[in-house]
């Protein structure tokens, strides 16, 4: 916890996938005051997307987590969308994000709970 989704149906290689997933874990951690150490970060091509009835380049992101400030709530959208712009080459308004503060009864890590 946290976790971020990063789903689009833009292709890049291998190594541009590992910086981008590296880059994202340090904007999570960052600005949601959370070690790096428990940010997951998931990487999903989606053969088929479209955004405006438009298929080419569009991005949807999910960030799951115990407790988000509200500085990092208004923080995350821009600098999320900015990372994937810069990575992807997606215009950053074509680049959704769903934030969910779940509360900690309801994650676990490992065979326990953190709430």
Same mark, same amino acid.
């Given at each position: 916890m946290p976790y971020l989704?990063?789903?689009t149906n833009k292709g890049i290689g291998e190594e541009e996938?590992?910086?981008l997933i590296t880059e994202a874990s340090k904007i999570v951690a960052t600005l949601l005051?959370?070690?790096e150490k428990y940010v997951m970060v998931a990487w999903t091509p989606a053969p088929k997307m479209t955004f405006d009835n438009d298929p080419n380049? =569009?991005?949807f992101l999910e960030?799951?987590?115990i407790g988000i400030p509200e500085s990092g709530r208004q923080q995350l959208p821009g600098a999320l969308a900015k990372c994937i712009s810069e990575h992807l080459g997606i215009d950053a308004d074509r680049v959704y994000l769903v934030m969910m503060d779940v509360p900690g009864k309801?994650? =676990?890590q490992g065979e326990q709970t953190f709430g």
């Open positions: 989704l990063i789903q996938q590992s910086r005051n959370k070690p380049g =569009a991005a960030v799951r987590s309801y994650w =676990a």
